[in-house]
Every structure is written in C-alpha cells, then in structure tokens.
C-alpha cells in the first residue's frame, strides 16, 4: 500500500513539475493525465505560443521598361518573424511511470511585422512612371520574402528544438519525456 501511495505521489510530483515547466515558458497550464487519470485540465486559453523571434532582411527590386522607357523600385525590409506553436489543435501531457508524454502540433511561423523599410531606388521611366499600384505590388512581396527566408532557414524546427531543451531542463525526473508532434493541416 505504502509503495503504491509513494508512486502516486511521485507521479503527482511529476506532474506539478510539468505544470510548472508549461507556466513558466508559455504562461499556460495544459490538459495533465497521471496514469490516464485527468489531473489537471487546461485552465488558461491561450491560442499560439511563440519560442524563438528571429530578425529577418529582404530586398526586392522590380524593373518595367516600356517602349525604351524603364522605371526601379528597390525595396530593402526587415522584419521579426516568430515562430511557435498553434495551441488550437491541442496540447497534452500523459505521466506515466515509465515516461512523461508530451503531444503538441508542430511548430509553424506564427506572425511576421515589418519593422523597418528601405527604398534603395526609385527611379521614374521619362514616360514609363512609378504608379500607386507598382509600389503597393512591391510592398505586399517583401513579406512573402521573410516568410520564405525563415521557412529555408528552419525556424519552425528551431522551435521544436527550443521547446524539447527548456522542458528538459524545467522538468527534473528520471522518467524519459517525449515530445510527439501531432500531424494537422499546416497553416503557414
């Protein structure tokens, strides 16, 4: 009886652990299951979690000529791109005596906000001229760009991998935990 109260109790231990890791990185409490018993149920609604923030440079340059006639525009724009985690499609954390099981989506870009923007040339044709609709087509290209850039770059695979470190460290057990990313449709 006596072992059997003192796995419980390492178990709940275990879990107030996790709980605490989860409130101290996300400011979130998720849904605990202590041997498929709910112990905890989410209690904050928080949407996205973002973990890494990431500085990102781009530069476009659109040239038109017309009847020997050209016109530039060179855009350079910087933007902070965050990645992280939806918390819409779920987050889950089983304790189990043999293991510590973590379900969360997979980590996507969660927003990108210009920050600073550059004109490096604007430059008139002598009849083939800069129009309102030019410098808005050039403008709504430059965060496709970052977005691009931070995808090759992996951002959302560093966000895994942040993730994984800081609960590793929070969560102080010697029971395995597992990170399983669930699969749902991708919303980049």
């Not at 709504?140 to 850039?149: F, M, T, V």
């Not at 951002?155 to 990313?181: K, N």
């Amino acid at each position: 009886m006596r072992t059997a109260h003192q796995g419980v109790s390492e178990a709940e231990r275990v879990a107030a652990d996790v709980k605490d890791a989860f409130v101290s990185i996300a400011h979130l409490q998720p849904r605990i299951t202590v041997n498929d018993r709910v112990y905890l149920e989410q209690t904050t609604p928080t949407s996205e979690f973002a973990v890494v923030s990431r500085r990102v440079e781009v530069e476009h340059e659109f040239i038109h000529s017309w009847l020997g006639s050209s016109k530039r525009v060179k855009l350079h724009g910087t933007f902070a791109v965050k990645a992280g985690f939806d918390l819409r499609q779920g987050l889950a954390v089983d304790v189990r005596p043999g293991e510590i099981i973590i379900q969360v989506p997979h980590a996507q870009l969660l927003g990108i906000e210009q920050e600073h923007l550059d004109v490096l040339a604007f430059e008139n044709g002598l009849w083939n001229r800069i129009s309102a609709d030019d410098v808005q087509n050039e403008l709504s290209i430059l965060p496709q760009l970052a977005r691009e850039k931070a995808l090759a770059s992996n951002l959302p695979g560093e966000a895994e991998r942040s993730l994984q470190q800081q609960l590793e460290q929070r969560i102080r057990t010697a029971q395995p935990l597992r990170l399983i990313y669930t699969t749902a449709a991708k919303s980049d």
